[in-house]
């Protein structure tokens, strides 16, 4: 029902998107919500809509599809840019949204965020202690670790899913131990609250007193899965 797509998956593995399923699933699921949908580039505006098609019938009924209608659209500000646009979402729904997707996140509260590299983050604020990230998006909660992480991660088709726990507690790993070699450097750096640059990601003015037990703990819990999984 969801239609072909000329896209070769083999040529998209590198990017995000490679089966050309996910803008008709993505549109499907925001439209079963109520929430409505325009995607805006130079140009065009494309509107997309539910509604029975007499094409397809099952018991007796038209079922309901995707449909989508474009219109001739003139901004030059738009000029290089596409624009999601996604109506009808409640306060509430948008802070519960913005903790799934860290640039949204930082955009509108403190993250105290270390870089490791090309390791991946580790994200200090107690909001976000045990939720794991795949290159800035959430994809689920692993109890008994004492912070959030983003990491670049195998995931399931779905994005729900890590699909290699012990590539997940490895990679994680590396971040702890970057961060430990570092750990007197990373102190020294960002002891001065005044000194931060605050244009992308802010900083906590000092470390958590107990962040180096933390980080060992979190060390051989990660640890203990990869033991686990060599078992």
Same mark, same amino acid.
């Given at each position: 029902?969801?239609?072909?797509t000329?896209r070769n998956?083999q040529?998209?593995?590198?990017?995000t998107g490679?089966?050309?399923?996910?803008?008709?699933?993505a549109?499907?699921a925001l439209l079963?919500?109520n929430k409505?949908?325009?995607i805006?580039?130079?140009?065009q505006v494309?509107?997309f809509?539910l509604?029975?098609d007499n094409?397809?019938?099952r018991?007796g009924?038209p079922?309901k599809?995707?449909?989508?209608?474009?219109?001739?659209?003139s901004n030059p500000q738009?000029?290089?840019k596409?624009?999601?646009e996604?109506?009808?979402i409640?306060?509430d729904e948008?802070?519960?949204? !913005?903790n @799934?997707? %860290?640039w949204?996140a930082c955009?509108v509260?403190?993250?105290? #965020? *270390?870089n490791?590299?090309n390791?991946g983050?580790?994200?200090l604020?107690?909001?976000?202690?045990?939720?794991i990230?795949?290159?800035g998006?959430f994809?689920?909660?692993?109890s008994?670790?004492?912070?959030?992480?983003?990491?670049?991660l195998p995931?399931d088709r779905?994005?729900?899913?890590?699909?290699?726990?012990?590539?997940f507690a490895?990679?994680?790993n590396?971040?702890?131990?970057?961060?430990?070699?570092?750990?007197?450097?990373?102190?020294n750096?960002f002891?001065?609250?005044?000194?931060?640059?605050?244009?992308e990601?802010e900083m906590?003015?000092q470390?958590?007193e107990? !962040?180096y @037990?933390? %980080?060992?703990s979190d060390?051989?819990?990660?640890s203990g899965? #990869? *033991?686990?999984?060599?078992?």
């Amino acid at each position: 029902m969801l239609g072909g797509t000329t896209r070769n998956p083999q040529n998209y593995k590198s990017i995000t998107g490679q089966f050309g399923e996910g803008l008709k699933i993505a549109a499907i699921a925001l439209l079963r919500q109520n929430k409505g949908l325009s995607i805006i580039n130079t140009d065009q505006v494309w509107r997309f809509t539910l509604k029975n098609d007499n094409n397809f019938i099952r018991n007796g009924q038209p079922e309901k599809c995707l449909f989508w209608r474009w219109e001739e659209y003139s901004n030059p500000q738009n000029a290089g840019k596409v624009l999601v646009e996604i109506r009808n979402i409640t306060l509430d729904e948008w802070k519960e949204i !913005i903790n @799934n997707y %860290l640039w949204l996140a930082c955009k509108v509260k403190r993250l105290g #965020i *270390i870089n490791a590299g090309n390791n991946g983050d580790i994200i200090l604020n107690p909001e976000f202690k045990d939720r794991i990230f795949s290159r800035g998006v959430f994809v689920t909660k692993s109890s008994g670790v004492g912070f959030g992480y983003n990491l670049d991660l195998p995931l399931d088709r779905d994005r729900n899913c890590i699909t290699n726990y012990s590539d997940f507690a490895t990679k994680a790993n590396r971040i702890i131990f970057y961060i430990i070699e570092n750990y007197n450097k990373y102190r020294n750096d960002f002891g001065n609250f005044e000194d931060i640059d605050y244009t992308e990601i802010e900083m906590f003015d000092q470390f958590p007193e107990n !962040i180096y @037990n933390l %980080l060992e703990s979190d060390a051989n819990f990660f640890s203990g899965i #990869i *033991i686990q999984v060599l078992i």
